[in-house]
């Protein structure tokens, strides 16, 4: 005779095999070993007296930036007022109304570029007080003296500079 199979005997017996199976296998007990300290990368870059250089390089930039600043922040102020310049109702026309408009836009525009470009400034000046100036923050490398002197500010060297253009 055949024995029924009912669904609560299915599930005894699938409890006792599962029990069976985890009885067997125990959780290997193994301890990871520490990882290896690494010494810290010690990274020689420029010298006091031409990080001294740099410093002045990027000061005289910065000091030319803020004196054109100066310059645009005139241009679009009202002398008397001390406001900045509105549309003149003294025109007529349309088109010196619009050439007006366009020429403030500019003027804005340079201002926006040159403040960034103060920033840039300023960063690179930070980057000299910590002593991480002259060096690739992609590849780690030092940036070539020639390139700081053209653009002072630079933050990448020129290989790593490239492949970011492309």
Do not use: W
């Amino acid at each position: 005779m055949a024995k029924k199979v009912t669904k609560k005997s299915t599930a005894k017996s699938a409890k006792a095999v599962r029990t069976k199976v985890s009885a067997k296998v125990k959780p290997a007990t193994v301890k990871a070993k520490p990882a290896p300290v690494k010494a810290p990368v010690v990274r020689k870059g420029y010298s006091k007296a031409d990080l001294a250089h740099f410093k002045a390089i990027i000061l005289e930039k910065r000091k030319e930036i803020l004196e054109e600043l100066e310059t645009l922040k005139a241009s679009m102020m009202d002398v008397t007022t001390g406001e900045y310049v509105t549309e003149n109702s003294t025109y007529s026309l349309h088109m010196e109304q619009g050439t007006d408009t366009m020429e403030r836009e500019k003027t804005f525009l340079f201002a926006s570029r040159e403040g960034k470009f103060l920033n840039y400034l300023d960063d690179a000046l930070k980057r000299i007080e910590k002593g991480e100036y002259g060096f690739c923050i992609d590849c780690g490398t030092l940036i070539d003296r020639e390139r700081l002197e053209a653009v002072p500010h630079a933050q990448l060297c020129i290989k790593c500079k490239l492949k970011r253009g492309k």
